[in-house]
């Protein structure tokens, strides 16, 4: 568990070929939603939060990878700094490179999948952010970043195929 205070300045920051390094997750569960004889029906939902600045759109939780820290503990911090839940993360989606379109800023950014197991009452951006369940559709209609998007996609592609072969395997 991180303290309740996020993180804050750039002079732990990494760099790779000028371009700052940025990690994050995909947080997801399983609903039920609704029960058969044949066992529950369950929807995929995926972790939305919202930007600091004000009137940006939605996002899923990212930030700087820090220099004393591995890619997996900067994501998961990162995580629970923004969108206060907690999981198991699993193998990283891929990477991806893009500009910012605020700042004249390069970034190299990786994304994971985590399968939340426990959403915090309190976390260190709460009173900066609000964070949302949705379907993986209406999340890549309110998510701001291409780059997501196509995280999002891969993630979806992923859990889709894990669930193809368990049901080949019944």
């Given at each position: 568990?991180?303290?309740?205070?996020?993180?804050?300045?750039?002079?732990?920051?990494?760099?790779?070929?000028?371009?700052?390094?940025?990690?994050?997750?995909?947080?997801?569960?399983?609903?039920?939603?609704?029960?058969?004889?044949?066992?529950d029906e369950e929807k995929l939902e995926v972790l939305v939060i919202s930007s600091q600045k004000q009137g940006k759109g939605m996002l899923f939780p990212k930030g700087g990878w820090e220099t004393d820290e591995s890619k997996q503990a900067a994501a998961l911090r990162e995580t629970e700094e923004?969108?206060?839940?907690?999981?198991?993360?699993?193998?990283?989606?891929?990477?991806?490179?893009?500009?910012?379109?605020?700042?004249?800023?390069?970034?190299?950014?990786?994304?994971?999948?985590?399968?939340?197991?426990?959403?915090?009452?309190?976390?260190?951006?709460?009173?900066?952010?609000?964070?949302?369940?949705?379907?993986?559709?209406?999340?890549?209609?309110?998510?701001?970043?291409?780059?997501?998007?196509?995280?999002?996609?891969?993630?979806?592609?992923?859990?889709?195929?894990?669930?193809?072969?368990?049901?080949?395997?019944?």
């Amino acid at each position: 568990m991180v303290a309740l205070a996020s993180r804050t300045g750039r002079n732990l920051q990494r760099y790779n070929k000028g371009r700052r390094q940025v990690v994050g997750c995909i947080p997801y569960r399983y609903r039920v939603t609704s029960q058969t004889p044949s066992g529950d029906e369950e929807k995929l939902e995926v972790l939305v939060i919202s930007s600091q600045k004000q009137g940006k759109g939605m996002l899923f939780p990212k930030g700087g990878w820090e220099t004393d820290e591995s890619k997996q503990a900067a994501a998961l911090r990162e995580t629970e700094e923004e969108a206060g839940v907690l999981g198991n993360l699993e193998r990283e989606l891929g990477t991806w490179y893009f500009k910012s379109k605020s700042q004249d800023a390069y970034y190299e950014g990786f994304m994971f999948p985590l399968l939340v197991q426990q959403q915090l009452d309190f976390w260190p951006e709460k009173g900066l952010r609000q964070r949302t369940w949705m379907s993986a559709a209406e999340a890549k209609e309110a998510c701001q970043h291409w780059w997501m998007k196509e995280a999002l996609d891969v993630l979806v592609r992923r859990l889709t195929a894990g669930k193809q072969l368990l049901k080949e395997a019944d």
